[in-house]
């Protein structure tokens, strides 16, 4: 992980891909703990530290994740995360081009909990929920295209499911359509960037995350 913004009521980290957010059945390490780890280390703080969890990003995407170093901070971001008031744009690459260079895609998304996988569709299903996200291509090599997605709605595995839905499955994205695994088992989306007023100090906050260090990655985003 890598510190990108710290005050005395949030931190803000660019995650690895492969690091988990809060823990699951893995037992294995969080990045919740490796921050916890962080500020006790570097404050010398006695006990417990609290660290709250706003949002998260699934195990195998890089990017930005946001905790809260207070109730106060922790309880006002989780009202702007339900409100809509946190905006994250995201960047990934696809295997193919899309057919509009910008467009806005609107599904229902179905999500299977036995097979953690989410299914869209053009027209609503019993127990299916809107998905609604802008995308724009920014650059492209030989065989890849870089876009750049805002979310409209956050439904579970909405990106990966929705790219996939037109032909254009994210790279190392197994689960949905990629023809080949990434070495590392990542996917190529990566939380780019986020803007939202400061839960405390009600500043404009814009925080950036540099792009995983990978040939691909640096190449097309050197534009």
């Given at each position: 992980?890598?510190i990108?913004?710290e005050?005395?009521?949030?931190?803000?980290?660019?995650?690895?891909?492969?690091?988990?957010?809060?823990?699951?059945k893995?037992?294995?390490?969080?990045?919740?703990?490796?921050v916890?780890e962080?500020?006790?280390?570097?404050y010398?703080k006695p006990?417990?530290?609290f660290l709250?969890?706003a949002?998260?990003?699934d195990?195998?995407v890089?990017?930005?994740?946001?905790?809260?170093k207070?109730?106060?901070?922790l309880s006002?971001?989780n009202n702007m995360f339900r409100?809509?008031?946190v905006?994250k744009?995201?960047?990934?690459?696809t295997q193919?081009m899309?057919?509009?260079?910008?467009?806005t895609?609107t599904?229902?998304?179905?999500r299977?909990e036995k097979?953690?996988k989410?299914y869209?569709?053009?027209?609503e299903k019993p127990?299916s929920?809107?998905?609604?996200?802008?995308?724009?291509?920014?650059s492209?090599?030989?065989n890849y295209?870089?876009?750049?997605?805002?979310?409209?709605?956050?439904r579970h595995?909405?990106?990966?499911?929705q790219l996939?839905?037109?032909g254009?499955?994210?790279k190392?994205d197994?689960?949905?359509g990629?023809r080949r695994s990434?070495?590392?088992?990542s996917?190529?989306?990566?939380a780019?960037?986020v803007?939202?007023v400061?839960p405390?100090?009600?500043?404009p906050m814009c925080i950036e995350?540099?792009?995983?260090?990978d040939?691909l990655?640096?190449?097309i985003?050197d534009?």
């Open positions: 992980m890598q990108l913004y005050d005395n009521h949030i931190i803000v980290v660019s995650k690895t891909s492969g690091e988990i957010v809060q823990g699951d893995t037992g294995d390490k969080t990045l919740c703990d490796s916890k962080y500020i006790k280390e570097k010398a006990g417990n530290v709250g969890i949002h998260r990003l195990r195998p890089s990017g930005i994740v946001i905790f809260a207070t109730s106060k901070a006002r971001l409100d809509g008031e905006h744009l995201y960047w990934a690459i193919n899309p057919q509009k260079e910008e467009d895609l599904h229902w998304i179905v299977n097979q953690n989410s869209a569709y053009d027209r127990g929920k809107k998905a609604m996200l802008h995308y724009k291509v920014i492209s090599t030989d295209t870089l876009l750049a997605v805002n979310l409209m709605t956050g595995h909405q990106i990966r499911c996939s839905a037109i254009c499955p994210i190392g197994l689960k949905y990629s990434n070495n590392d088992g996917i190529s989306l990566h780019r960037k803007e939202f400061h405390v100090s009600k500043q995350a540099p792009v995983p260090d040939r990655w640096r190449e985003s534009f």
